[in-house]
């Protein structure tokens, strides 16, 4: 439970406060709100068109908390509900996006809308009403690294300076315009830039988070079971889905591309801080992720079938993975970042902050949660007969 003496970074008692969060229904936004609800006494007007994954936090009305957490069914496209929220709290955190690969290409217009116009008038409110923003951007900023651009045999690609990912020293690298992959990735640049600007030039309070593949139980959605049977979502949630239904899972381009996998446990971790470490986190772009957890796609399909045969006491498919090609999987348009490794310099010298999940255990608690809350709808959805 919550104790009312928790203390910042440098000594001094937390006083509670109210957090406007927009996209509290998503997945960052319900391990946020389960964390502020189980450990602090900070209290949250949670908003979202969605809120199935933060429903236990909501009912029975009896929790502990309850008093200290509301819903708000709102499309901060066109709701004037917003502004006065905002006014109502002492820090937004803006989580609202459409932020799943497959959607840059195909829905360009939308993925721009949603990450630059509607994030607008979230900057405005809380610049013009003196309010703190905590704004989630994402590591997809910094596009390709200077090394994918080396000879593949150039000695420099083992050099971290070519890739290594530093929020105030790296370029930004897209691809042309007609791969649209990039629309997500440029429309969060240029909230960013504009975010830095307020600050700049009116003083915004602000603190921008860049995320580096946050994976954990409640991301994205099941196809078929939680979620529409044709979508496609991110990686975790794709393979997982292979697995449950043991289809072998498929790696796009070959599966060479390299990420590193945070768990969203230790993630949280570093938010919090940010919202408890204002004099901190204020004016500063932060890398959160796990430069230790690296991983090319296939070795993350590899361990993730390994670890999924484990939890579930189930063989693994002969042949598990196949290659397939990323117009074919993604469509036109398609483009990939090649390496994400984030420099944790600036995150470790303000808030002390290190990640502590290993890529086998995080995959294990998390494939153990989608086993179980999954598997049984699973096979009764390929049991069921298909109508005449
Ligand atoms: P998510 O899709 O699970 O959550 C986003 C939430 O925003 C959803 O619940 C959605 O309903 C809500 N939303 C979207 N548009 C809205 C609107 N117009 N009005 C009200 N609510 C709206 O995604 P997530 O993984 O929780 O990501 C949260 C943020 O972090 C996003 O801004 C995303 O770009 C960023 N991010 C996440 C990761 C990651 O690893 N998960 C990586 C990079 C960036
Ligand atoms: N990917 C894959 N198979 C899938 C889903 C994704 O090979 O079923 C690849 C995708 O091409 C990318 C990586 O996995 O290289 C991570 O994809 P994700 O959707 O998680 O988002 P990203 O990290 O690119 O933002």
């Known amino acids: 439970m919550a104790s009312a003496a928790r203390l910042d970074l440098d000594g001094n008692a937390i006083k509670p406060m109210t957090i406007c969060m927009i996209g509290a229904g998503g997945f960052i936004g319900s391990h946020l709100c389960e964390k502020l609800m189980a450990e602090t006494m900070h209290?949250?007007?949670?908003?979202?068109?969605?809120?199935?994954?933060?429903?236990?936090?909501?009912?029975?009305?009896?929790?502990?908390?309850?008093?200290?957490?509301?819903?708000?069914?709102?499309?901060?496209?066109?709701?004037?509900?917003?502004?006065?929220?905002?006014?109502?709290?002492?820090?937004?955190?803006?989580?609202?996006?459409?932020?799943?690969?497959?959607?840059?290409?195909?829905?360009?217009?939308?993925?721009?809308?949603?990450?630059?116009?509607?994030?607008?008038?979230?900057?405005?409110?809380?610049?013009?009403?003196?309010?703190?923003?905590?704004?989630?951007?994402?590591?997809?900023?910094?596009?390709?690294?200077?090394?994918?651009?080396?000879?593949?045999?150039?000695?420099?690609?083992?050099?971290?300076?070519?890739y290594l990912l530093k929020e105030d020293a790296s370029p930004c690298i897209f691809g042309s315009i007609e791969k649209q992959r990039w629309s997500y990735a440029c429309a969060k640049q240029l909230i960013e830039r504009l975010i830095y600007a307020e600050g700049a030039e009116n003083g915004l309070e602000f603190t921008i988070v860049r995320p580096f593949n946050w994976i954990g139980p409640r991301m994205d959605f099941i196809p078929g079971i939680d979620g529409p049977s044709g979508g496609v979502p991110r990686v975790l949630a794709c393979f997982s889905n292979n697995l449950l239904r043991h289809e072998p899972l498929k790696l796009v381009d070959g599966g060479q591309s390299q990420r590193t996998f945070v768990y969203i446990k230790d993630a949280i971790e570093a938010v919090l801080l940010m919202i408890d470490n204002p004099g901190r986190a204020n004016g500063h772009i932060f890398n959160v992720g796990n430069p230790n957890?690296?991983?090319?796609?296939?070795?993350?399909?590899?361990?993730?079938?390994?670890?999924?045969?484990?939890?579930?006491?189930?063989?693994?498919?002969?042949?598990?993975?196949?290659?397939?090609?990323?117009?074919?999987?993604?469509?036109?348009?398609?483009?990939?970042?090649?390496?994400?490794?984030?420099?944790?310099?600036?995150?470790?010298?303000?808030?002390?902050?290190?990640?502590?999940?290993?890529?086998?255990?995080?995959?294990?608690?998390?494939?153990?949660?989608?086993?179980?809350?999954?598997?049984?709808?699973?096979?009764?959805?390929?049991?069921?007969?298909?109508?005449?």
């Open 293 to 388: 957890n690296e991983a090319t796609v296939r070795q993350l399909a590899e361990m993730m079938t390994e670890v999924y045969a484990k939890v579930s006491g189930e063989p693994s498919l002969e042949v598990p993975t196949v290659d397939v090609s990323s117009k074919e999987f993604y469509g036109e348009g398609y483009d990939d970042s090649d390496k994400r490794i984030p420099d944790m310099t600036i995150i470790n010298k303000q808030l002390g902050w290190n990640p502590k999940t290993s890529l086998w255990d995080l995959l294990e608690s998390t494939l153990t949660y989608q086993h179980r809350t999954y598997a049984e709808a699973i096979k009764q959805a390929i049991a069921k007969p298909v109508a005449s």
């Open 43 to 162: 209290k949250v007007l949670a908003v979202d068109v969605y809120n199935d994954k933060i429903r236990h936090l909501l009912e029975p009305a009896t929790h502990p908390w309850s008093d200290r957490i509301q819903f708000h069914r709102i499309n901060i496209k066109h709701d004037s509900r917003l502004e006065g929220l905002i006014k109502m709290a002492d820090l937004t955190v803006n989580l609202a996006a459409i932020c799943t690969p497959a959607d840059y290409n195909t829905r360009p217009l939308d993925t721009i809308y949603s990450n630059f116009i509607d994030a607008l008038p979230v900057v405005k409110y809380c610049s013009e009403n003196n309010k703190r923003l905590i704004h989630f951007s994402t590591c997809e900023v910094y596009g390709k690294t200077i090394r994918s651009f080396l000879p593949k045999d150039s000695p420099l690609r083992q050099d971290p300076a070519y």
